[in-house]
């Protein structure tokens, strides 16, 4: 059984920065393509990066250039270094393994002053 679980979030002023970690078991996490989503409230869940077993990456345009999401296969953890933080960007983060449908249980991101 795949389990994903997420750390680092937290409330962060506007132009701050947060590195959530995503740390995987279950499965081969090497062998999958893995992303960051968010949702906030009201809102519909929107997929923010993904990054692919080759390290290819992908991201959606309000973070582009902001967020970078990275892995380490030797610790089965996918992480999303988070810059110049915004209102906006205040969601519940969800780690997710696209193959299967895998999700974790979300973390908290607030950027207020």
């Known amino acids: 059984q795949v389990q994903l679980v997420e750390s680092g979030g937290g409330l962060v002023q506007p132009g701050g920065s947060l590195r959530l970690s995503c740390a995987a078991s279950?499965?081969?996490?090497?062998?999958?393509?893995m992303g960051w989503s968010r949702q906030a409230p009201g809102e519909q869940r929107e997929l923010v990066a993904t990054?692919?077993?080759?390290?290819?990456?992908n991201y959606a345009d309000s973070v582009k250039g902001r967020f970078t999401i990275s892995r380490d296969n030797t610790k089965n953890t996918v992480y999303l270094q988070m810059n110049s933080l915004k209102p906006e960007d205040t969601a519940v983060y969800y780690c997710t393994r696209p193959m299967g449908n895998y999700w974790g249980q979300g973390t908290q991101v607030t950027v207020s002053s």
């Open positions: 279950g499965g081969i996490f090497s062998m999958h393509t």
């Open positions: 990054i692919t077993r080759t390290g290819s990456t």
